[in-house]
C-alpha cells in the first residue's frame, strides 16, 4: 500500500487530469513547413574484433552533426564508397552532443500544463537544433579513445555554458545468423 494522499495532491492531479483531457493538439496545416534534417552517406570502417578485418559499411550521417563536430575527417570517415549497407542492429560508434543556453527556463508543457526545465538552446517553437550526433571511428580502440577526446576539447566552448554537454555511445556489431 503506498502513501494516502492529501487533499491538496488530489485536486493537483485532477487539474492535471482536466488540463490532459481539454487539450487539443494543434492540425498539421496542408503544405505547412516541416523541418529539413538532411543526411549524406560516409563510409564507416568498423571496429569491432568481430567483424572482419577492413570490413566497412556505408552508413547514413546527420550533416549538421557532421558539420558541428569538425567535418568527416575529423570523425574518421570516408567519402561514401561502395561498401555494404550496415547488418540488422548495427549501431555505430557516435559522439553526441547537447548545446544549451547559459540559462535554464522553466516552462509549461502544452498539454498538461505542468512546469518543466528546459535547458536546450532557443525557446520551444523556435526550431533551432540543439542535438547534435555523428558516427566516429578509428583504426584502434586507443586511436578512436584520443580522437573522441580531441573532439570533446575541441567542441566544450561550443555547448553554451555549463548545462552543455557532449558523450560518445560505444559501437554495437550484433553477431547473428539465420536458416
Known sequence: MGRRKS???IERDLAYAKAREAYNPPLREEGAA???????AVK????????????AFTIQASSSGIQFFGGIAALGLAAQGTDPSEPRGFRPAQVRAMVADSSPAVVRAKGSNRPYVRYGKGTRDSNSQYNYSAPVTAETPAALDTRVK???TAIKPSLGGGYGR??????????????
Open 34 to 40: 516541416t523541418q529539413r534534417r538532411p543526411k549524406i
Open 166 to 179: 557532449v558523450w560518445f555511445e560505444a559501437e554495437l556489431y550484433p553477431l547473428s545468423s539465420s536458416g
Open 150 to 152: 580531441a573532439i570533446f
Open 7 to 9: 487533499a491538496r495532491q
Open 44 to 55: 564507416y570502417a568498423v571496429l569491432s574484433p568481430l567483424a572482419a578485418t577492413d570490413s
